[in-house]
């Protein structure tokens, strides 16, 4: 028995001393990080303060709003940490603050700060980085719930959902993700998240293929599936689990809808110190979504159409590849739109002066992604 002790004794040691040093490395990393950052602005940073409208105009005021991962629905919401002690001013920022997470899901924003200040008629929005507490309830996601047969369920969904030639369809340039907007650790959900590669689909032609999932009672939530290939990368799919037996339809419509918001969405951010967000119309899918492929009578796909959050239909008519050739908004052309489309591998390339974290990089970088867009 004595024995049995002096063998386990030393092991409980090395546990304690490593959790030690793992708790100082990642407090390290999170305060290095947040010292490095402390006077750079965040594109989402600067996003949230262009869309925020505080009603006071003599009066100095700061609230301090924080953004959290709901656990079971994946979603994220912006929550007053610290009260203005104006209920107006609180709603104001908690207002821009979701609106730039709602609008750009693919931010990484996860457990951030902002701290919306107004002061001399002067605004700005200040971001604190998660810092060690943070970094620290995100690994915790990664418990010790029992798994179940979850792994085995995800492998067998990104196996049978996204086969190779899907893939090849679906990674196109123009549904490639700049570096600012693909952030996978977000919106996954459920109690716990794991993570996988699958082997079977990944080649040279197709990239590297991964997922993560979020569980909840041994079942999946959320499921993320990306694809990278070099610096290229792209997000097959983001939220709850779709049909494994889903047609092709389903695909092509996933395709087609993200090049349609991606465009609009990057058109935004690339000229967001341009556009009179006063009179910008906000365009966006509604979810869930009613969406459906145009045929002709012949049977031939000639458009692609869904409903927008504030009730209008958009159309993309298609031309003979299934690329977007025009954009309608309840059957009016939308001038807009179509620049966004037009202009992709522009604001692209704007974006792609950013990095993960959402920081402004000088010079800006080049990438794999360019030189698909080229």
Not at 50 to 79: H, K
Not at 123 to 136: D, E, H, W
Not at 167 to 195: A, K, Q
Request: aromatic fraction near 10%; glycine fraction near 6%.
């Amino acid at each position: 028995m004595c024995v049995e002790n002096k063998k386990t004794f030393p092991s409980n040691i090395q546990l304690a001393l490593f959790a030690i040093i793992f708790f100082l490395a990642v407090f390290g990393i999170a305060e290095s990080y947040a010292s490095e950052h402390k006077n750079r602005e965040t594109i989402g940073q600067r996003f949230m303060q262009i869309r925020w409208n505080p009603s006071n105009e003599n009066t100095s005021l700061s609230a301090e709003v924080s953004v959290e991962d709901l656990n079971w629905s994946g979603q994220r919401r912006a929550v007053v940490r610290r009260s203005s002690g104006s209920s107006t001013y609180d709603s104001a920022a908690k207002q821009a603050c979701q609106s730039v997470i709602d609008d750009f899901p693919h931010m990484g924003c996860w457990g951030d700060t902002y701290v919306f200040n107004f002061t001399s008629r002067r605004k700005s929005v200040q971001y604190r980085p998660p810092g060690c507490i943070g970094y620290l309830a995100l690994l915790s996601r990664y418990g010790s719930e029992s798994l179940g047969n979850a792994e085995t369920t995800a492998e067998e969904y990104v196996r049978e959902r996204w086969t190779a030639d899907r893939i090849r369809d679906y990674c196109r340039s123009e549904t490639l993700l700049p570096t600012c907007l693909r952030n996978p650790n977000v919106g996954f959900g459920g109690h716990r998240r794991i993570e996988g590669r699958s082997v079977a689909q990944s080649a040279p032609d197709v990239g590297s293929l991964n997922w993560w999932a979020g569980v909840v009672n041994g079942s999946l939530s959320n499921v993320v599936i990306t694809v990278q290939r070099d610096n290229a990368f792209w997000m097959l799919e983001s939220g709850m689990p779709g049909l494994k037996d889903a047609g092709d339809d389903e695909f092509l419509m996933r395709r087609i809808s993200d090049t349609l918001f991606n465009s609009i969405m990057f058109f935004e951010l690339a000229n967001m110190d341009r556009i009179e967000f006063k009179r910008w119309k906000v365009r966006r899918k509604k979810l869930p979504s009613t969406e459906k492929l145009i045929r002709t009578r012949d049977g031939q796909i000639v458009a692609y159409e869904c409903e927008l959050r504030d009730g209008k239909k958009v159309r993309a008519k298609l031309d003979e590849s299934m690329s977007i050739n025009s954009v309608l908004v309840n059957g009016v052309s939308d001038s807009a739109w179509n620049s966004a489309v037009r202009d992709q591998s522009s604001s692209f390339h704007a974006l792609e002066q950013y990095d993960s974290f959402g920081f402004k990089t000088i010079p800006a970088k080049q990438s794999m992604e360019s030189k698909l867009l080229r």
